[in-house]
């Protein structure tokens, strides 16, 4: 299996597996730093662990809605601003939506590969990346606040010219 396809989680990979893993390291974070999952703020993290997608905040609120109620976007953007200060959800900027972290509890300069055919994000952790744009800002003088990389694409399964190669 190569690198790109491990970045991008297959349709067949364990996703229950996966949510169950980031809902018990987001409890763990939330202990260290006494903090509390709120279930607000859990039921908005389980909307961002439902794919591998990002999601807005007024899609958030929809998913959220009971009985044709939706919460108010200022209780989702709450509950983001925290699962983003706690390290659980990194804001995507060019999409305007929120992507759970796939490397939770870990200092990590995080970089994005967006697929623009299916939507879905993989998030790359790649020291060599952050340490170049850390020297490219060095070398400016410019004060980094936000290193994050979003590099949009196509994942392996929107290219169905090269998945028929490699499933041959
Ligand atoms: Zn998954
Ligand atoms: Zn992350
Ligand atoms: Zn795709």
Redesign the pocket.
């Known amino acids: 299996m190569t690198h790109a396809t491990a970045a991008f989680?297959e349709s067949r990979?364990?996703?229950a597996?996966?949510?169950e893993r980031t809902l018990a390291a987001a409890e763990r974070i939330c202990r260290d730093r006494q903090a509390r999952l709120t279930p607000q703020r859990r039921r908005v993290l389980e909307v961002l662990?439902a794919?591998?997608v990002a999601v807005g905040a007024y899609e958030i609120a929809d998913r959220l809605a009971e009985n044709g109620r939706r919460p108010a976007p200022t209780i989702i953007y709450r509950a983001l601003d925290f699962l983003i200060e706690v390290g659980l959800v990194h804001r995507l900027a060019s999409l305007n939506a929120f992507i759970a972290c796939g490397h939770p509890g870990s200092a990590h300069g995080a970089q994005f590969l967006i697929c623009n055919g299916c939507g879905l994000v993989a998030e790359i952790s790649d020291p060599r990346l952050a340490g170049a744009v850390a020297e490219a800002a060095r070398r400016v003088d410019f004060a980094v606040l936000r290193p994050i990389v979003e590099i949009t694409g196509r994942c392996p399964a929107c290219r169905p010219g090269l998945r028929g190669r490699g499933d041959a």
Do not use: A, I, K, N
Request: aromatic share 0%.
């Open positions: 989680p990979h364990d996703h597996d996966c949510v662990l794919d591998h």
